[in-house]
C-alpha cells in the first residue's frame, strides 16, 4: 500500500489490450467497488457495457486523487480526449467519526496499522453514518465523446479499470474520498493515543470497598477487620561506600542520568511521530551508531577515549563524533555513505549557486555523487537524503564535517568561506 502522507494525486500506467475477457478482480475491495459502481448507476450502465473498452487498450494512464479518477482516451481521432470519474470527498468531522468508530475496534485498528485495509471496515462507516464506496447517484462521469448515453462506455471502463487497481492497493479508495494513506494512519494513531491518555487518569479516590467476598472467599470487611501483624525490624543500613578519587566506573557523570536523558528523547521522537509531527519514528541505532552517539554527546572528556579502545573502528570514532554533533544520526549517514541524487536536486543546486552567490571567481565545484567539492579552497558540500547541505572541510588530506546542514547550498558555501 501506499506510504505517503499527501492527498497529491498519484498516476499509474495504462492497461494493455487483453484479448481474453477479464474479470471484475481479485480482491474483496475489488468487486466491492464494482458492485456498488453497478448499483448507483442507471441499469443499462453495468460494468460489463465498458467491459470491452477496458480490455482494447484505449485508456492511457490513470490519475487517481482525492474526488476524482481520471484518464485519456486514445481512438481514431487528432487529439485524445479525456474521461474522468468524480466521488465526493468526505469532510474532517467524517473522518473524524470514522476513526472513533475504527478504534473501537481492535482487529480493524491492528489491520491498518499493519498496512491493511479490511473489509470490516465497511462495518465501521456505516455505524459513523458515512459511505466509502459510492452510493447511489455520488459517482458522477464526464468524458470528451460526446456519446448520447450517460455514463458512457469510457466511464465504465474507466469505473472498471479502477477496481484492477484496487486488487493491488485497496488504500486508493481512501484517497478518492479525501484521504491519502499516510494521513489516514497519522489520524487514527491521534485518536487512539488521546484514548490512551484519558484511560490512565487516575480512578477517583475515596470509593469504599466492595462487599464482595475475595478469591478466596472471604469478605473484604472481615479481612480488613483481622489485627495487623507487625513488620520485622528494617535491617541494618549499609557501611558508607569508602570515597576514592577515581570513580569505580571511570566516568564521573551518572550513567543512569545518560540512559535517562537517553529514554526522554527517543520518547519525544515516537510522540512526536504518534501525534503526526513526524514522517517516522526514530530508526533503531546499531552498535556503532550508538557508540558514535554516546560518543559525541557525553560530557565527560575521558568517555571517547574508553570507546575509542573498544568499539573496534579507532580511528574513525573522532571524525563520526563530529559528524553527529553537527547532524545527528542523519549528519553519520551523510559522513559514512554516498550516493547518487536525482538530475532535478542537482539543477536545483546548481541554480541556487548560481542565482545566491556573488563571487564569479568561485571555481565551479568537482561533481562526484553527491559530494560537490572545491578542491583549491579545501571545501566540500555533501547532500544528504534529507534534501539538506552539509558543509564539509579538508584537514591534512581527510574531509572532516564542519557546521550544521541547511537547505540552501550557497548558503551553506558562504558560512565555509567565512568561517
Excluded at 12 to 41: I, K, M
Excluded at 169 to 183: A, I, M, N, Q, S
Excluded at 351 to 377: C, F, I, K, Q, Y
Aim: hydrophobic letters at 40%.
Amino acid at each position: 500500500m501506499s506510504d505517503g502522507h499527501d492527498e497529491r494525486a498519484r498516476g499509474f500506467a495504462a492497461f494493455p489490450a487483453h484479448r481474453a475477457a477479464r474479470g471484475r478482480g481479485r480482491s474483496w475491495w475489488s468487486r466491492a467497488w464494482a458492485e456498488a459502481v453497478e448499483d448507483g448507476w442507471p441499469a443499462g450502465a453495468t460494468p460489463r457495457k465498458g467491459q470491452a473498452v477496458a480490455r482494447s487498450g484505449l485508456l492511457g494512464p490513470l490519475t487517481v486523487g482525492p474526488g476524482h479518477i481520471a484518464a485519456q482516451v486514445y481512438e481514431e481521432v487528432d487529439e485524445p480526449y479525456a474521461v474522468a470519474l468524480a466521488l465526493p470527498e468526505l469532510d474532517n468531522e467524517q473522518w473524524d467519526a470514522l476513526w472513533e468508530r475504527v478504534a473501537d475496534r481492535p482487529a480493524q485498528t491492528a489491520a491498518l496499522l499493519a498496512g491493511e485495509l479490511p473489509p470490516d471496515l465497511l462495518e465501521a462507516a456505516e455505524d459513523a453514518r458515512l459511505g466509502l464506496l459510492p452510493g447511489y447517484g455520488e459517482l458522477d462521469a464526464d468524458c470528451g465523446c460526446e456519446a448520447p448515453d450517460h455514463p458512457c462506455a469510457h466511464a465504465v471502463a474507466l469505473a472498471w479499470q479502477f477496481s484492477w487497481l484496487l486488487d493491488e492497493d485497496p488504500g486508493l479508495l481512501l484517497l478518492v474520498r479525501g484521504r491519502g494513506w499516510g494521513t489516514a494512519l497519522e489520524e487514527l494513531r491521534s485518536v487512539l493515543f488521546l484514548r490512551a491518555l484519558s484511560e490512565d487518569e487516575p480512578a477517583d479516590e475515596g470509593t469504599a470497598p466492595s462487599d464482595a467476598p475475595t478469591a478466596e472467599g472471604t469478605p473484604p470487611a472481615e479481612a480488613y477487620a483481622l489485627p495487623r501483624v507487625p513488620l520485622p525490624d528494617l535491617p541494618p543500613l549499609p557501611a558508607p561506600v569508602e570515597d576514592t578519587a577515581e570513580p569505580v566506573t571511570g566516568i564521573e557523570a551518572d550513567p543512569l542520568e545518560r540512559l535517562v536523558a537517553d529514554a526522554a528523547a527517543r520518547a519525544a521522537g515516537l510522540l512526536a511521530y504518534v501525534l503526526g509531527t513526524a514522517d517516522a519514528p526514530p530508526p533503531p541505532l546499531d552498535r556503532w551508531q550508538d557508540t558514535v552517539r554516546i560518543a559525541a554527546t557525553h560530557p565527560d572528556p575521558r568517555v571517547p577515549a574508553r570507546l575509542r579502545d573498544t568499539c573496534g573502528r579507532p580511528d574513525e570514532l573522532d571524525r563520526a563524533a563530529e559528524a553527529w554533533r553537527w547532524g545527528g544520526a542523519e549528519g553519520l549517514r551523510v559522513l559514512e555513505e554516498a550516493w547518487q541524487p536525482d538530475a532535478s536536486a542537482v539543477t536545483r543546486a546548481r541554480t541556487s549557486l548560481s542565482t545566491g552567490w556573488e563571487d564569479e571567481t568561485l571555481p565551479a565545484p568537482v561533481l562526484g555523487d553527491n559530494h560537490w567539492t572545491l578542491p583549491v579552497r579545501g571545501l566540500q558540500l555533501r547532500y544528504g537524503r534529507d534534501a539538506r547541505w552539509y558543509p564539509y572541510r579538508d584537514r591534512s588530506g581527510t574531509w572532516w564535517p564542519a557546521g550544521p546542514p541547511t537547505h540552501d547550498p550557497a548558503l551553506a558555501l558562504s558560512e565555509l568561506l567565512e568561517g
